[in-house]
């Protein structure tokens, strides 16, 4: 299947999404038919395993058979090449890699999705992903629609963030500011002028290596603000933030207002 995630990433069209942390299928359904453009699965500070990935990535796929038309993706929990193949295995196109500080990390991690000769990930054409065998075509166009989204998230990676840039399959540079004001010493303060000043220069970077930049924004404001930065994929909140922003917000509205008829 073409990706569309990465092709907006290629062309720089600005797209919107959402973190998913509960590892719930039926909250990424209803996620899906939301309007947003793609949901990242989060297998690095979620609870799920591997089968609570692939349902979520079914139930990515259910919404678009009925009328959504968004992208799956999947951060996973770490730079290993066992679970990059197990996840792509599931039918994830594009992955999430945290903590990646160096252009050698970004290059194991493009290696770990793509089939030989260009990568390492083992063949196994009897996989979701390939339709359990019944798509002779997988194998061959796998590694031309694989996607990496590198996160910059800390002192180090920023300081690399150029040769991190300039690694052929990387599309995507996403800044982690939480852990970025940490590794810091902000631990946090993501709002600070320094880490601002990181986040600029990861920024500059993609500009001078043509890549798309990425960041999570907790509100519509700041990532308006972002989107006027240059920034191109734009993590508006999760499902946890939705749900507990809306919660609260409904019980203070209650709260706050005096019933006419107490008695």
């Known amino acids: 299947m073409p990706n569309p995630l990465k092709q907006s ?8 999404g959402c973190w998913l942390t509960l590892a719930s299928p039926a909250v990424t359904e209803l ?3 939301c309007g947003f453009d793609w949901l990242v699965i989060d297998a690095e500070h979620g609870p799920g395993d591997l089968q609570d990935i692939a349902a979520q990535l079914r139930a ?3 919404a678009n058979a009925h009328g959504a038309a968004v992208a ?4 996973v929990t770490a730079n290993d090449a066992a679970q990059v193949k197990r996840v792509m295995d599931c039918g994830a196109q594009t992955l999430v890699f945290p903590n990646i ?3 050698a990390q970004a290059r194991a991690a493009v290696a770990a999705m793509r089939f030989p000769p260009t990568g390492v990930r083992g063949v196994a054409g009897m996989v979701r992903a390939g339709r359990y065998g019944l798509d002779a075509q997988y194998v061959e166009s796998a ?5 990496a989204i590198i996160q910059i998230e800390s002192a180090t990676a920023v300081e690399h963030v150029d040769s991190i840039a300039q690694v052929e399959g990387v599309d995507c540079l996403f800044i982690g500011t939480a852990d970025l004001s940490a590794s810091m010493g902000l631990l946090g303060q993501p709002g600070h002028e320094a880490v601002k000043r990181a986040i600029d220069r990861v920024l500059e970077a993609g500009r001078r290596h043509s890549k798309a930049v990425g960041i999570f ?10 989107r006027e930065q240059g920034v191109t994929f734009i993590a508006l909140h999760s499902d946890t933030g939705w749900l ?3 919660a609260v917000a409904a019980v203070q509205a209650f709260g706050s207002t005096v019933p006419t008829n107490t008695r």
Do not use: M, W
């Not at 799956?72 to 951060?75: I, L, N, P, Q």
């Not at 590694?143 to 996607?147: E, T, V």
């Open 9 to 16: 990433l290629l062309h720089s069209r600005p797209t919107v």
């Open 31 to 33: 996620l899906a038919h």
């Open 60 to 62: 990515i796929d259910a």
């Open 72 to 75: 799956g993706a999947v951060r």
């Open 101 to 103: 500080d160096n252009a």
């Open 143 to 147: 590694n031309s629609q694989a996607c």
């Open 217 to 226: 924004a907790t509100s519509v404001e700041q990532a308006c603000h972002y």
């Open 244 to 246: 507990a922003k809306g």
